[in-house]
Structures are given as C-alpha cells and as structure tokens.
C-alpha cells in the first residue's frame, strides 16, 4: 500500500490528501473492471434479477452474522449466499417454473427473512443502514486484498468457462449437445455472482449494487460489433464510471455508489443514443 500511497502523491488531484481517498480509488480500480466483466455474463445470461435477489440473501446473511455477535459479519453472508444460490439453482434444474417466476419466490423470501432476523426482538434496523447504501470510502487495505484475489479468480474464470457459458445463456439445447453440463455452467456461475455481490454489497450498496452489474454490460451491448469489443467496453465503462463517480463524490459529498451508478445511467443512455450508427 505504501508504494500506492507514494503514487497518488504524484499526482496533481487535491481530493487525493486522505489515506481513505487513496484506498477508496484503489479498490474502485479494481472492483469496477470485475463488475464490468461479471456484468456481460449476468446481462448475456439474462440473470439481472438474480443477481438482485442474490444482494437481498446477502443482506440476510449479514442479520444472522450480526445476531450471531460476529464481528465480521460479511463471510457470514458470502456463505449464506453461496448456499441461496447453489439451492436456487437446484431447484431451478428441478421444477417446471420459469427462472424470473423463481428469482421472483427467492428474491421476496431472502427480503423477508432478512427484515425478519434484522428486527426480531424489536431491534432497531437503523444499523443496517449502511449496508443499503453502501460506503467505498470505509474500504481497508485487507479488503483491497481480498477484493484483488477475487478479480484474478474471476478473469480466470471467464478465460476459462466464457464461451462454454455463453453457448449455455443463448443455446442451452446445442450447448447440452456439445457435451456441455448446463446445469454445472448454472450453478457455479451462479456461486460466482453470489460471492461478487456479498463482497461489493458494504461498499455500493444493495439499493444499487444491482444496477452496477447491469449498466456496464448494457451500455457495451449497445454499441460492441463483436464478443471482444463486448467484454472490453464493458470493463472500461465500469472502470471510467468509477473513477468519474468518485471524483463527483468527493467534489459534492454525495455517495459514491450512487454517483457511479449515474454515471453509467448516462453512458448507456449515451451509447443508446449511438446504438444504430455502431451498427
């Protein structure tokens, strides 16, 4: 972190003086290209509202971690929404129901529980607060760590499974035909998504999180000629997203998920504009 550190002070910003600042631009470095990334499988596989019901679990996870007296309450709800989706995509191998019919059962299920555990006893929610608006300027050195492991997994992930999944989210007919196990690409993608959002959630927020796994992946849908360019202007919306987002937070005191999810409002309203000139 120190050799981080050394470099922001080379650069000519002054909202760069604070230690918090500089963690917070490192980890938004990092994190927006892994959202972007994810965001072109969930927008290819046609999960957005999964991964919002997946947010909601995760909030449920943090009430038990936090009923429970954990004092890091967060690898409580990566667990329990590990588990969510893993049952989700069990039952969805297993049942006749569409997946929006399903999402729409888990999603409502995972809220209720989780406002359940959060005010049993009479508590108060207010605590829970936080992690529905999310707080990237609270992020740690440690978390930095943590959030860097994940992206290495994750672009090895997708080298490896990327055209096998996308083969599965568009033809999951020929896909079974070419010796392709579906329902495994289901639900390790699906174990993967939940990690991502239970992490990012403390920091973006579940009111918005979801918007920040769907925008990128959008906003490239609009106007990519091609898979690469598909992938590739979805990490760079995601990373120019957070930067700029950051920047408007820092400059006005808003929050900064906020900033950056209205940032990539503009950029895909923008690229919709461009959509049939691209194409």
């Not at 309450?73 to 990566?78: E, L, N």
């Not at 599965?168 to 289901?186: D, E, F, W």
């Amino acid at each position: 972190m120190e050799i981080w550190y050394k470099f922001c002070e080379l650069l000519p910003f002054s909202w760069l003086e604070y230690d918090f600042i500089k963690n917070a631009l490192l980890a938004i470095l990092i994190m927006t290209p892994l959202l972007g990334l994810v965001s072109t499988m969930i927008v290819t596989g046609k999960m957005s509202f999964f991964s919002d019901a997946l947010g909601h679990s995760a909030f449920t996870g943090i009430a038990i971690g936090c009923i429970c007296g954990i004092s890091s309450p967060t690898w409580v709800a990566v667990a329990f929404s590990v588990v969510f989706a893993l049952l989700f995509s069990f039952v969805r191998n297993r049942s006749a129901h569409t997946a929006d019919t399903l999402i729409g059962v888990f999603s409502s299920t995972a809220v209720a529980l989780g406002i359940f555990i959060a005010t049993f006893g009479g508590k108060s929610f207010t605590k829970y607060n936080e992690y529905l608006i999310g707080d990237i300027l609270s992020v740690t050195p440690s978390q930095i760590g943590i959030l860097a492991l994940v992206l290495v997994l994750v672009v090895v992930f997708w080298v490896i499974f990327n055209n096998r999944m996308t083969l599965t989210a568009t033809y999951p007919q020929l896909a079974s035909s070419r010796g392709i196990h579906t329902g495994l690409m289901h639900t390790v993608f699906t174990t993967v998504i939940a990690v991502i959002v239970t992490l990012a959630i403390s920091w973006i927020g579940l009111l918005i999180l979801n918007s920040l796994l769907v925008l990128p992946g959008a906003s490239a849908r609009n106007i990519a000629k091609n898979q690469k360019q598909y992938h590739l202007l979805s990490v760079l919306f995601a990373l120019f997203a957070g930067i700029v987002g950051l920047i408007l937070s820092c400059g006005l005191g808003a929050s900064a998920g906020a900033s950056i999810c209205l940032v990539l409002a503009f950029v895909f309203a923008l690229t919709f504009c461009f959509r049939r000139a691209a194409r």
